[in-house]
């Protein structure tokens, strides 16, 4: 159905086309200058950076990453070609979730620095054009809380309706609901004898979104950044505001998970409609501040259907919800790939996509992708895939140089709790949590004194594995990060393009083409996800790219200039190609 707002949509999404016919011209002269877009849509364009402060840059030499070292590593960050970091959370914390169990949600945890490091954090990132998404947890607040210690203290409270509580049944829990992290997602509070509900640690209380006096102690928490100038949020754990009020039991699926219970769906704990109404009145709230600051939301969607309603039927929710499945494929498969990029290039709202393939909840994609043969070649492959469809990408810290996971060895050296209960099938999230790898010297690669036991252990690999080494060497990963990144700020195709998947039946190799919007040269992007030799034809006369000829913008297997024939292009095992076309 043509509906009106299909027709205002096509006008909307043409908006940027169009301006950047009209920008782009005298820029594409001047060549490898980066393309200033159009102030309001930063966020289609930027590189998003995610820094866990943990463990990115010690300052204060306790063995824990803090403010003001990230601070220290703006201009590294500069370098590379990164226009916002998100950083997870800093608030006041017990730090049973390292941060997303949060206190205070308006003041910063001592061990991260004080408010006016965070101030000049934002200040010195400003300086460097570079942008803060704060990580905002709406779901759950601490144990510690001061709003869920005053909810716990009597039935009567003014604050009992903040979370929420139950009576149990037949001698438990109010229903069968279990938490993401194992076990009942109900708790016994001997107190008041009732049953307090958490999708996630006892420790970390849900609150009762159906409450307006929550909505709008968060709302004014939202308004307490965006006042500072912060550039916007990161959503956790979103989809998980609202249960079900009639508390129907979830279905069980088959077999037991890494903590010993029955699986089961979220069916009644999770994406519940009502979530909705949530994201329009924050994006109203955003929308109200200068600078154009943005949500982006943890969205670990089965189906593109489901993700893309998270742009919301009007696109008025969230800008940029993550995309999960293409992170999570877990696997090098052209089809596969093709399929789930082409889904959500296409997604029925029309909504601009996100994407990442590391983040400080599962195994780097070094070792999801890798082969343990071609990891360095796949790690590049990996990166064009990241960083070259029409979409923001996302970096984890540490995947520039190759970081690798370091799992804990013993379960007393896990810090994760979840690592604790489901060991050892779950070994937890320590082993992506690492510290950064700056330097070449022993024992803890600049992260922190080298006297100084860090909070978790920096991985003996860090002596090859660094910031120092990699940035003297043209030819190592961190280098070609950074080439690609320029490309991407550079190469008109790649920032305004359009998407479209070429050679769809092709088993082996996943190829696409970024075509500019105005007259100038398109960008193929050729991916050997195989581990056999592909030579490969592409005819681009459909897409009225009548040449035979390509240019070799950059490669994973050597050759980063020089010209091909379209016609006959060899890619080595796990070979990737970025290739300019007229
Ligand atoms: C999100 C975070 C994860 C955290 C959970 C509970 O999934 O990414 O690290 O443990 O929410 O807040
Ligand atoms: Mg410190």
């Not at 950047?20 to 364009?45: F, G």
């Not at 609901?177 to 009732?194: E, I, K, N, R, V």
């Not at 909505?215 to 500072?228: I, S, T």
Request: with cysteine; hydrophobic share 35%; aromatic share 12%.
């Amino acid at each position: 159905m043509p509906s009106i707002f299909a027709v205002i949509c096509l006008a909307l999404c043409t908006l940027p086309y169009a301006f950047a016919q009209q920008t782009i011209a005298p820029q594409m002269q001047a060549s490898a200058a980066t393309i200033n877009t159009s102030e309001d849509l930063w966020w289609k364009h930027a590189v998003i950076y995610e820094i866990y402060p943990r463990s990115f840059q010690d300052s204060d030499n306790d063995g824990i990453g803090d403010i003001n070292g990230i601070e220290s590593r703006l201009s590294y960050l500069k370098q590379l070609g990164i226009d916002a970091i998100w950083i997870t959370p800093m608030y006041p914390s017990p730090q049973v979730d390292f941060g997303y169990d949060i206190a205070d949600y308006e003041a910063i945890d001592p061990q991260y620095g004080t408010m006016s490091d965070f101030d000049a954090l934002l200040h010195a990132a400003k300086a460097q054009g570079i942008r803060v998404i704060m990580d905002l947890v709406l779901n759950h607040t601490s144990d510690q809380h001061p709003w869920f210690k005053q909810s716990r203290s009597s039935r009567t409270n003014p604050k009992r309706d903040w979370y929420i509580w139950r009576d149990g049944k037949n001698g438990g829990p109010p229903n069968n609901w279990q938490s993401w992290f194992g076990h009942s997602a109900w708790t016994l509070d001997p107190t008041t004898g009732q049953y307090y509900y958490h999708h996630f640690y006892v420790q970390q209380p849900d609150l009762n979104w159906r409450n307006p006096a929550v909505r709008k102690a968060m709302y004014d928490v939202m308004r307490f950044w965006l006042d500072k100038g912060v550039s916007g949020f990161r959503l956790d754990a979103v989809s998980r505001l609202f249960e079900d009020e009639n508390l129907h039991d979830d279905p069980y699926l088959p077999g037991y998970n890494a903590f010993g219970d029955r699986n089961i769906q979220h069916k009644y704990t999770d994406n519940l409609p009502e979530i909705h109404d949530v994201f329009r009145e924050i994006r109203k709230l955003v929308d109200e501040y200068p600078g154009h600051p943005i949500l982006l939301s943890e969205a670990d969607e089965p189906t593109v259907d489901e993700l893309s309603k998270m742009y919301g039927a009007n696109n008025d929710e969230v800008q940029l919800p993550m995309d999960f499945q293409i992170a999570d494929l877990n696997t090098l498969s052209a089809p596969r790939f093709r399929k789930l990029f082409d889904e959500v290039e296409n997604n029925p709202a029309h909504g601009w996509p996100e994407y990442f393939f590391s983040n400080h909840d599962q195994v780097r994609q070094w070792e999801r992708y890798g082969d343990g043969k071609h990891d360095e070649q796949i790690a590049r492959l990996m990166a064009m895939l990241e960083l070259f469809p029409r979409a923001t990408p996302q970096l984890y810290y540490g995947e520039e140089i190759g970081m690798r996971t370091t799992e804990p060895q013993r379960k007393e050296d896990v810090r994760d709790p979840i690592g604790i209960t489901g060991w050892p099938k779950e070994k937890g999230r320590d082993g992506e949590r690492t510290p950064m790898q700056w330097t070449t010297a022993a024992p803890n690669a600049g992260f922190t004194a080298p006297n100084v036991t860090p909070w978790l252990p920096v991985p003996p690999n860090a002596r090859t594995i660094n910031v120092e080494t990699e940035a003297a060497d043209p030819d190592s990963l961190l280098s070609f990060y950074k080439a690609l990144l320029k490309l991407r700020h550079t190469e008109p195709a790649l920032v305004f393009g359009d998407y479209t998947t070429i050679n769809p039946d092709e088993e082996n190799v996943f190829s696409f083409l970024r075509r500019p919007p105005a007259q100038g040269r398109s960008v193929l992007v050729a991916l050997n996800m195989s581990s056999k030799k592909q030579t490969m034809g592409f005819d681009l006369s459909h897409q009225n790219i009548k040449t035979k000829e390509a240019s070799i913008l950059e490669s994973n297997f050597g050759p980063s200039h020089g010209t091909l024939d379209l016609r006959r292009i060899v890619l080595p095992p796990y070979g990737a190609i970025v290739l300019a076309v007229q």
